[in-house]
């Protein structure tokens, strides 16, 4: 592949007001290029786009297109750089009404040169918030799409779109649909904006003296003009890939702009590394018809703030996962000491989620088309989930990962939103980790509170996620949450009724719309806060969970928590695969009785705090 860098703009307005400032501050910059001029961090804007192409694995020529107004300019710099001089284009225009226009800038530089292979084309007085993205990322994407590739990114709040070239981009397939050229408010609802940064195929190439001859005029010899003539009206397969950061053309805007955007790129250059980033994720109950999500049925759950998984993630040198002290022990005290750990503990901690969630968010932004930055980091988790008892502790421990890869590398709502999220996290456990799991959890998780969850087949095969809607969360009941003290692995509880439902079993597939229909019932309790009717709800779950799987599955320890629950004749239930369970007792002075009870048992307990996100501060 071939890099080509186009400096050759003409008498620019920043160039005009460096020169009548009257201030001094600028007088330094008076005649020096626009891709000359300070840059973030302080390098000059040509140093970054030359730092960042300088690579012989990926380009086997680099090539600067100037023009004879400023080529000695360019000709110093290239000898201070260790640039190839002969690689230097000059395209012979001195002034603003005689020079080539963009396109022909390209083109000359091709037919010059004599240039038969892809080429990338950059502007190189183009500032970049992001001084370390994976240009390599974006060469590998290009590869793997029948067609061109056109850069965007997301437009800043402060930004309007009728000063840009925007890309309506679908989401599936990532081909550019349409390319609008600085479109008036309302054209287009995208947000989404073009760059000049490019690859173009060498058996497209021709395109461009095409584009020329049809373009006589060098107003329209633009890079906008050219793209949307080749998307719009030739419908060449044009394909978008996103870079998490901003860009500016410094050749676009005058002294003041220019000052406003290199402090502000500037600012969030010095301020990403120092601060560490801190997310939570909670602990899930599910309160109405589980286990049917992983079976198209329908299901209710919350968060709830007991308990969390909380990761921090610091910007390093080095990629870096730190094992937790007590889920990833690397030290202990003896032989037996390790023994009992292993025994009660396995295997498997917390750190493999860790690194399996990093391998598959690496993965899925190469094939959703977003270009990350060469940044490496530290990652650290902590978490008081009991283990083993169903409450979706993995998950939380994934969820957490990714709300800070995410921030770490501006990846939007947009770029990654909460439905295909709950996705991405089952996909981390179930196809890096082969953990059995469904949806329920992780969409909670994501969502966070109390949520109405519908896993309907038609919903899942046409769009790949259910229905998720919030329900209110005040004035709710109170909940409870016991749990056995030493659970065996909560896995196990699924048995084989999963085959059973493959194979067509009459007795799961009725039993799982049952499960579907009460999780209906359920849902308009909330909504009419009748809680008598919630409790015999989650009896009837249970009692249905009972029926499909066996006691002989659901195990002795789980039984005998129920059994003890209804004693006190509170509702009780499986909040997840097994090992802790959930109610609902309308008695304060039973709840009382029966919290003595569970501790005597050997069970822990406690009241259930919900985490509802739309508190603020409660975590």
Same mark, same amino acid.
């Given at each position: 592949?071939?890099?080509?860098?186009?400096?050759?703009?003409?008498?620019?307005?920043?160039?005009?007001?460096?020169?009548?400032?009257?201030?001094?501050?600028?007088?330094?910059?008076?005649?020096?290029?626009?891709?000359?001029?300070?840059?973030?961090?302080?390098?000059?804007?040509?140093?970054?786009?030359?730092?960042?192409?300088?690579?012989?694995?990926?380009?086997?020529?680099?090539?600067?297109?100037?023009?004879?107004?400023?080529?000695?300019?360019?000709?110093?710099?290239?000898?201070?750089?260790?640039?190839?001089?002969?690689?230097?284009?000059?395209?012979?225009?001195?002034?603003?009404?005689?020079?080539?226009?963009?396109?022909?800038?390209?083109?000359?530089?091709?037919?010059?040169?004599?240039?038969?292979?892809?080429? #990338?084309?950059?502007?190189?007085?183009?500032?970049?918030?992001?001084?370390?993205?994976?240009?390599?990322?974006?060469?590998?994407?290009?590869? $793997?799409?029948?067609?061109?590739?056109?850069?965007?990114?997301? !437009?800043?709040?402060?930004?309007?779109?009728? $000063?840009?070239?925007?890309?309506?981009?679908?989401?599936?397939?990532?081909?550019?649909?349409?390319? !609008?050229?600085?479109?008036?408010?309302?054209?287009?609802?995208?947000?989404?904006?073009?760059?000049?940064?490019?690859?173009?195929?060498?058996?497209?190439?021709?395109?461009?003296?095409?584009?020329?001859?049809?373009?006589?005029?060098?107003?329209?010899?633009?890079?906008?003009?050219?793209?949307?003539?080749?998307?719009?009206?030739?419908?060449?397969?044009?394909?978008?890939?996103?870079?998490?950061?901003? *860009?500016?053309?410094?050749?676009?805007?005058?002294?003041?702009? &220019?000052?406003?955007?290199?402090?502000?790129?500037?600012?969030?250059?010095?301020?990403?590394?120092?601060?560490?980033?801190?997310?939570? $994720?909670?602990?899930?109950?599910?309160? #109405?018809?589980?286990?049917?999500?992983?079976?198209?049925?329908?299901?209710?759950?919350?968060?709830?703030?007991?308990?969390?998984?909380?990761?921090?993630?610091?910007?390093?040198?080095?990629?870096?996962?730190?094992?937790?002290?007590?889920?990833?022990?690397?030290?202990?005290?003896?032989?037996?000491?390790? *023994?009992?750990?292993?025994?009660?503990?396995?295997?498997?901690?917390?750190?493999?989620?860790?690194?399996?969630?990093?391998?598959?968010? &690496?993965?899925?932004?190469?094939?959703?088309?977003?270009?990350? $930055?060469?940044?490496?980091?530290?990652?650290?988790?902590?978490?008081?989930?009991?283990?083993?008892?169903?409450?979706?502790?993995?998950?939380?421990?994934?969820?957490?990962? =990714?709300?800070?890869?995410?921030?770490?590398?501006?990846?939007?709502?947009?770029? !990654?939103?909460?439905?295909?999220?709950?996705?991405?996290?089952?996909?981390?456990?179930?196809?890096?980790?082969?953990?059995?799991?469904? =949806?329920?959890?992780?969409?909670?998780?994501?969502?966070?509170?109390?949520?109405? #969850?519908?896993?309907?087949?038609?919903?899942?095969?046409?769009?790949?996620?259910?229905?998720?809607?919030?329900?209110?969360?005040?004035?709710?009941?109170?909940?409870?949450?016991?749990?056995?003290?030493?659970?065996?692995?909560?896995?196990?509880?699924?048995?084989?009724?999963?085959?059973?439902?493959?194979?067509?079993?009459?007795?799961?597939?009725?039993?799982?719309?049952?499960?579907?229909? !009460?999780?209906?019932?359920?849902?308009?309790?909330?909504?009419?806060?009748?809680?008598?009717?919630?409790?015999?709800?989650?009896?009837?779950?249970?009692?249905?969970?009972?029926?499909?799987?066996?006691?002989?599955?659901?195990?002795?320890?789980?039984?005998?928590?129920?059994?003890?629950?209804?004693?006190?004749?509170?509702?009780?239930?499986?909040?997840?695969?097994?090992?802790?369970?959930?109610?609902?007792?309308?008695?304060?002075?039973?709840?009382?009785?029966?919290?003595?009870?569970?501790?005597?048992?050997?069970?822990?307990?406690?009241?259930?705090?919900?985490?509802?996100?739309?508190?603020?501060?409660?975590?």
């Amino acid at each position: 592949m071939i890099c080509i860098l186009l400096v050759a703009g003409h008498g620019t307005v920043l160039e005009t007001q460096i020169k009548s400032d009257v201030t001094g501050l600028y007088a330094h910059l008076t005649g020096v290029p626009k891709a000359l001029l300070p840059g973030v961090g302080g390098k000059k804007i040509l140093d970054f786009w030359w730092e960042t192409v300088n690579t012989r694995q990926l380009f086997s020529e680099v090539y600067l297109v100037t023009n004879a107004d400023k080529y000695k300019h360019y000709e110093r710099w290239a000898t201070a750089n260790d640039f190839p001089v002969e690689n230097v284009v000059n395209d012979g225009s001195t002034t603003l009404d005689d020079r080539l226009g963009a396109v022909a800038d390209l083109e000359l530089a091709i037919r010059s040169r004599q240039l038969q292979d892809d080429i #990338m084309v950059i502007a190189g007085d183009m500032l970049c918030a992001d001084q370390n993205f994976d240009i390599a990322q974006v060469i590998r994407f290009f590869r $793997s799409k029948p067609g061109e590739l056109a850069i965007y990114y997301e !437009l800043e709040s402060g930004e309007k779109s009728y $000063s840009r070239g925007i890309v309506e981009v679908c989401p599936n397939t990532h081909r550019v649909m349409r390319f !609008l050229e600085k479109p008036q408010e309302g054209v287009s609802a995208s947000r989404l904006a073009s760059v000049v940064f490019y690859c173009l195929r060498k058996e497209s190439l021709p395109y461009i003296s095409e584009f020329l001859v049809q373009h006589p005029d060098v107003d329209d010899r633009t890079f906008g003009k050219f793209w949307e003539w080749l998307i719009n009206e030739e419908k060449v397969p044009v394909y978008g890939m996103k870079l998490p950061t901003g *860009f500016q053309l410094i050749g676009q805007v005058g002294l003041s702009d &220019y000052t406003k955007w290199l402090a502000h790129y500037s600012s969030k250059q010095q301020l990403s590394p120092s601060k560490p980033i801190t997310c939570r $994720s909670y602990a899930r109950v599910g309160l #109405m018809g589980n286990p049917s999500d992983g079976f198209n049925g329908k299901t209710i759950a919350m968060t709830i703030a007991n308990f969390w998984a909380e990761v921090t993630l610091m910007e390093s040198q080095a990629l870096v996962l730190l094992p937790h002290p007590l889920n990833d022990p690397t030290e202990f005290g003896s032989l037996q000491d390790l *023994f009992r750990i292993s025994r009660k503990e396995g295997y498997l901690g917390g750190l493999r989620l860790l690194q399996a969630t990093c391998k598959k968010f &690496y993965q899925f932004c190469s094939e959703q088309g977003i270009a990350l $930055s060469k940044q490496n980091f530290t990652l650290k988790y902590d978490t008081n989930i009991p283990r083993q008892v169903g409450l979706a502790g993995s998950s939380a421990i994934v969820s957490a990962t =990714l709300k800070c890869l995410m921030k770490f590398y501006n990846i939007t709502d947009n770029d !990654l939103p909460k439905p295909v999220r709950a996705n991405f996290i089952l996909n981390v456990e179930t196809d890096e980790l082969f953990i059995t799991a469904g =949806l329920q959890d992780r969409v909670v998780q994501v969502y966070e509170g109390l949520v109405y #969850m519908d896993f309907n087949k038609q919903l899942m095969d046409e769009r790949g996620y259910g229905e998720y809607i919030p329900l209110d969360m005040n004035d709710l009941p109170l909940f409870w949450l016991a749990y056995l003290g030493d659970p065996s692995d909560s896995g196990r509880i699924h048995s084989n009724v999963r085959q059973r439902w493959l194979n067509g079993d009459s007795a799961v597939v009725e039993a799982m719309k049952s499960f579907a229909e !009460l999780t209906d019932q359920a849902r308009t309790a909330f909504q009419c806060k009748d809680w008598p009717r919630l409790a015999q709800l989650m009896d009837e779950n249970f009692e249905l969970r009972r029926s499909v799987y066996t006691e002989d599955c659901l195990g002795p320890g789980n039984l005998k928590m129920v059994q003890l629950a209804r004693q006190f004749e509170s509702a009780v239930k499986l909040p997840g695969s097994g090992g802790a369970v959930v109610g609902l007792c309308m008695d304060q002075e039973r709840l009382v009785e029966m919290k003595r009870a569970f501790q005597e048992a050997g069970c822990v307990f406690c009241v259930i705090v919900p985490y509802d996100p739309s508190v603020q501060g409660q975590s």
